[in-house]
């Protein structure tokens, strides 16, 4: 089975940047694509960044592009999303996810994602 760590939240203040990681273990060979998401207290868990494993594919949803950036690093099976200017309105729990081959480009729907990480808390103040 696939596993996903989170790491890199925590608190910072608006203006700032925090680099997110997601690592992933077990069968990674059969995966495809990688996700983030994130989750406001309240709200739908909503679609920030994905990107394939092979290739320079990437996409993101509209309010986080030009701010933030999903990467990846083969060899250590871990993808990172890199914030910068945040804001309060990015206080959300962040989740990696991770799909499988066959899937729909660009994947942006919860459904789309086979595995989840636990979420890594982060939290912006003014």
């Known amino acids: 089975q696939v596993q996903l760590v989170e790491s890199g939240g925590g608190l910072v203040q608006a203006g700032d940047s925090l680099r997110l990681s997601c690592a992933a273990s077990?069968?990674?060979?059969?995966?495809?694509?990688m996700g983030w998401f994130r989750q406001a207290p309240g709200k739908e868990r909503e679609f920030v960044a994905t990107?394939?494993?092979?290739?320079?594919?990437?996409h993101y949803a509209e309010s986080m592009k030009g701010r933030f950036t999903i990467s990846r690093e083969n060899a250590k099976n871990t993808v990172y999303l890199q914030m910068n200017s945040l804001k309060p309105e990015d206080t959300a729990v962040y989740y990696c996810?991770?799909?499988?081959?066959?899937?729909?480009?660009?994947?942006?729907?919860?459904?789309?994602?086979?595995?989840w990480g636990q979420g890594t808390q982060v939290t912006v103040s003014s």
């Open positions: 996810a991770a799909g499988g081959y066959g899937r729909r480009w660009p994947p942006t729907r919860r459904a789309e994602y086979d595995y």
């Open positions: 077990g069968p990674t060979s059969s995966l495809y694509t």
């Open positions: 990107t394939a494993w092979s290739g320079d594919s990437t």
